[in-house]
């Protein structure tokens, strides 16, 4: 499996985060969530894909308020949530740029990408995140697994890109997402993976007024 995307034994194996960006662009490893790389060093929306008429950036810290507001100018609390705006056209200049613009773009997306390529991710299973919660967010340790399979298939299954690694349990898998969305096998050739190794601030946050509800009623 890891093995699709860049053999460990391969001389030319990626180290680095650069690395690994730079032996995505030599194969053809060209989308990544909802942008497209060039191998001119230029990111744009996907859906601009052969548009003429974009606006030009050359600073690749352009690329942090590109991916903080929405089309409808709403703040995006989630940056790996399918609601990237389109219209522009970002040319990072080098390998290093790049790498910077879509660090802004897609946060820790080619760092956990090359720790899962050396086998070092450990992925948390939701119970161990929620036993780690504590103040407001400590009753989300009442989350039901039905419950939790429910908001993970609304919150990463349709909200977000990422590819969910972390299980409910260790012997029990997110079934409320298709295999796709859980597993890197038969992944895209033409893609770069969002990895996502453990539940997320937004998705604890959101298991909260859930759980509240299955604290026993008062009579
Ligand atoms: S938990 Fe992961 S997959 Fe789910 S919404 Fe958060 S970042 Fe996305």
Request: net charge negative; glycine share 8%.
């Amino acid at each position: 499996m890891r093995g699709d995307f860049f053999p460990a034994e391969s001389p030319d194996f990626p180290r680095t985060s650069r690395e690994l960006l730079h032996r995505c662009l030599e194969s053809g490893r060209l989308r990544i969530g909802e942008i497209l790389l060039g191998r001119d060093f230029t990111l744009r929306h996907l859906s601009d894909e052969g548009c003429d008429e974009l606006e030009i950036h050359r600073d690749p810290h352009s690329a942090r308020l590109i991916a903080r507001f929405d089309a409808k100018g709403e703040f995006r609390s989630l940056k790996s949530a399918p609601d990237l705006k389109r219209g522009w056209l970002l040319e990072a200049g080098s390998l290093e740029g790049m790498e910077l613009a879509l660090g802004f773009i897609y946060p820790a997306a080619l760092g956990l990408l090359l720790s899962w390529l050396c086998g070092t991710l450990r992925p948390t299973p939701l119970p161990e995140t929620l036993d780690r919660q504590s103040g407001m967010y400590r009753i989300t340790q009442l989350l039901r697994d039905d419950q939790a399979l429910d908001l993970i298939a609304c919150r990463c299954g349709e909200g977000c890109l990422r590819t969910v690694l972390w299980d409910l349990e260790p012997e029990s898998t997110v079934t409320s997402l298709p295999a796709a969305r859980r597993t890197l096998d038969d992944f895209p050739a033409d893609r770069i993976p969002l990895l996502c190794r453990e539940a997320c601030n937004l998705l604890i946050a959101a298991a909260r007024p859930i759980a509240k509800g299955n604290l026993p009623k008062e009579d």
